[in-house]
């Protein structure tokens, strides 16, 4: 079974750690009428408007200097620093293109995978816990308390100072997300989806049945094993651990939503 928890908890760091630019859009010049009337020719198919933006951000009045994409790193963990205190930063992240692994990480919570190589963080410390006779294997509730100082950190970050440490850096955000070639869509519309995604997770209950087809163990529920990476992770930290992430997750998507101009 994955360790998909340690992306995860990057996930939840960078929906709180940057949101701010202006979308600019460029206006479309209405048709010009010819002065003389001309023979009525077949209507082309309209050119579809690019996908609206669902949930804008204000333009930052203050806006600071911010570095390239790519010096970016330095800046970003004094950033987190602020937020969660220098110790927590160097135990839990990697300090390496942070931004670019904490926005392709948030994309890719709701797929089957988060790729190894993109992980904006730690592993989670200590080794998978399976209980229960060895041919009818379970999730372990031993397992739960690996992922507590984590999701204690989750639960004790300031949302308020985490929506405003996330305007201050959303270009660099954005600019992230627009090179993973995607057409030009807007991050903070992926956040918001993303965090519903994770919040439509199931509250499951022990004793959740394993397998192990492999050298990793699965669910043996197939619907359970066939649930995305960010969701399968919520599972597998236990119905506590997951609910706190939860309530977090509903902080964050409130104080979002109330930053639409």
Do not use: C
Request: glycine share 4%.
């Amino acid at each position: 079974m994955n360790e998909n928890l340690k992306y995860f908890a990057g996930a939840v760091a960078v929906v709180g750690l940057s949101i701010g630019a202006v979308l600019y859009r460029s206006s479309r010049r209405a048709p010009v009428v010819p002065e003389k009337p001309v023979a009525a020719i077949p209507a082309k198919p309209a050119v579809p408007d690019e996908p609206a933006i669902k949930h804008p951000l204000p333009d930052s009045q203050a806006q600071v200097p911010l570095p390239s994409l790519d010096e970016s790193d330095a800046p970003m963990q004094n950033e987190l620093g602020g937020l969660i205190g220098k110790e927590s930063v160097e135990r839990f992240f990697i300090p390496d293109s942070m931004i670019r692994h904490i926005v392709v990480t948030i994309d890719n919570l709701p797929t089957e995978k988060v790729a190894e190589r993109i992980r904006p963080v730690k592993p989670t410390p200590g080794k998978f816990a399976v209980g229960g006779p060895e041919e009818a294997p379970v999730l372990d509730p031993a397992n739960y308390l690996r992922y507590e100082p984590v999701v204690q950190l989750i639960r004790s970050v300031d949302t308020q100072s985490l929506i405003a440490s996330y305007k201050r850096y959303y270009p660099l955000y954005q600019d992230a997300y627009e090179n993973l070639g995607h057409p030009p869509e807007y991050f903070n519309d992926r956040v918001v989806e993303v965090i519903d995604h994770l919040l439509a997770t199931p509250d499951i209950k022990d004793p959740i049945a394993l397998t192990q087809p492999g050298v990793l163990y699965e669910y043996a529920d197939p619907a359970l094993e066939s649930r995305s990476a960010g969701q399968k992770a919520l599972i597998r930290m236990g119905s506590d651990n997951a609910k706190i992430v939860k309530d977090k997750l509903r902080e964050l998507r409130s104080a979002l939503i109330a930053q639409r101009p």
